[in-house]
């Protein structure tokens, strides 16, 4: 049988792209939505990824109401730090501002406790020691099962482990993107859980992004290219090429092949997808059957310097 249970369905495209207030509403139709989950439950997908202000709250609001829909109920994780509203003054970690946004998740989501809970990046005005003594009681009142970090480089994480205990870490991660191989490794030291989102970098592991063509409308070059400049760059592009002959070999595609580097890792306790479409989970499915011995992750790592 097919193992997905390292597969997380990523819903920040649900009514919005992301928590950026300029794409509020945009995204997936809430009826696309309802697909893109049918679609994940259908294959054994049973973990979806949102946040409070994914879609102005439409991501999460749209996950509850499939859930009720269809009497299903997935291992829910949402997280806290941006506007719900747009509003850039309502942001932050601050106890109270937690605890009153983990509310109206609920609400939105229609449950009583959520499974997981991030905290979805720094906040440099409140001490991290205060954060999570407050993630604490709320996991202690059975408000969430356990709580964790988004967005964390080394430091940020060995400082909120000194002021107190977290379970997960979900940072960007992939073939294109290894900054975070320090927290990875933390992570597997102290046994915490390490989930990797944009495991295709934004679509340039897809080869959705050619050598001097311009990227395609719609695609995360023309809507929030900025994470993504720095790979616009020869070098980048000549290791796509060599990538997409090694998946070509291997009678694959370069997603297929990205995710499978990913989930060959043992450290890697999820991978967040993000699919657009129910297509788009097709070389994720590929990817957990598609075994890769250490050494060849090496080499697919080589590949990219």
Same mark, same amino acid.
């Given at each position: 049988?097919?193992?997905?249970? @390292?597969?997380?369905?990523?819903?920040?495209?649900?009514?919005?792209?992301?928590?950026?207030?300029? $794409? $509020?509403?945009?995204?997936?139709?809430?009826?696309?939505?309802?697909?893109?989950?049918?679609?994940?439950?259908?294959?054994?997908?049973?973990? $979806?990824?949102?946040?409070?202000?994914?879609?102005?709250?439409?991501?999460?609001?749209?996950?509850?109401?499939?859930?009720?829909?269809?009497?299903?109920?997935?291992?829910?994780?949402?997280?806290?730090?941006?506007?719900?509203?747009?509003? +850039?003054?309502?942001?932050?970690?601050?106890?109270?501002?937690?605890?009153?946004?983990? =509310?109206?998740?609920?609400?939105?989501?229609?449950?009583?406790?959520?499974?997981?809970?991030?905290?979805?990046?720094?906040?440099?005005?409140?001490?991290?020691?205060?954060?999570?003594? %407050?993630?604490?009681?709320?996991?202690?009142?059975?408000?969430?099962?356990?709580?964790?970090?988004?967005?964390?480089?080394?430091?940020?994480?060995?400082?909120?482990?000194?002021?107190?205990?977290?379970?997960? /870490?979900?940072?960007?991660?992939?073939?294109?993107?290894?900054?975070?191989? &320090? /927290?990875?490794?933390?992570?597997?030291?102290?046994?915490?859980?390490?989930?990797?989102?944009? +495991?295709?970098?934004?679509?340039?592991?897809?080869?959705?992004?050619?050598?001097?063509? +311009?990227?395609?409308?719609?695609? @995360?070059?023309?809507?929030?290219? %900025? &994470?993504?400049? =720095?790979?616009?760059?020869?070098?980048?592009?000549?290791?796509?090429?060599? $990538?997409?002959?090694?998946?070509?070999?291997?009678?694959?595609?370069?997603?297929?092949?990205?995710?499978?580097?990913?989930?060959?890792?043992?450290?890697?306790?999820?991978?967040?997808?993000?699919?657009?479409? +129910?297509?788009?989970?097709?070389?994720?499915?590929?990817?957990?059957?598609?075994?890769?011995?250490?050494?060849?992750?090496?080499?697919?790592?080589?590949?990219?310097?």
């Amino acid at each position: 049988m097919l193992d997905v249970s @390292r597969l997380v369905l990523g819903c920040g495209n649900f009514g919005g792209i992301g928590s950026a207030p300029a $794409f $509020f509403g945009q995204g997936e139709t809430r009826e696309q939505a309802f697909a893109l989950m049918d679609a994940a439950w259908e294959v054994g997908i049973r973990r $979806f990824d949102t946040a409070d202000a994914y879609g102005g709250g439409r991501s999460e609001r749209w996950i509850g109401e499939w859930m009720r829909d269809h009497d299903r109920r997935p291992a829910l994780t949402t997280k806290v730090f941006h506007s719900v509203v747009g509003d +850039p003054a309502d942001r932050g970690l601050a106890p109270d501002r937690v605890r009153r946004r983990l =509310h109206g998740s609920l609400e939105r989501l229609g449950v009583d406790a959520v499974d997981l809970y991030l905290t979805h990046e720094p906040d440099p005005d409140t001490p991290i020691a205060d954060t999570l003594a %407050e993630l604490a009681r709320l996991r202690d009142e059975g408000l969430v099962r356990a709580f964790g970090l988004s967005n964390v480089d080394a430091a940020e994480l060995e400082a909120a482990l000194d002021a107190g205990d977290v379970s997960c /870490v979900q940072n960007a991660y992939s073939l294109l993107d290894r900054d975070s191989e &320090p /927290v990875l490794e933390a992570c597997a030291a102290r046994g915490i859980e390490f989930q990797a989102f944009g +495991p295709l970098a934004g679509g340039w592991l897809t080869r959705k992004y050619r050598r001097g063509e +311009p990227p395609p409308t719609g695609s @995360r070059m023309t809507l929030r290219p %900025e &994470p993504y400049r =720095h790979l616009e760059h020869e070098a980048v592009f000549d290791a796509l090429d060599r $990538f997409a002959e090694d998946a070509a070999g291997r009678g694959t595609d370069t997603a297929t092949l990205a995710l499978a580097w990913l989930l060959a890792d043992p450290r890697v306790g999820g991978v967040v997808l993000g699919p657009r479409r +129910p297509a788009h989970l097709a070389p994720a499915l590929a990817a957990a059957s598609h075994a890769l011995a250490s050494g060849e992750r090496d080499a697919l790592a080589a590949l990219f310097g």
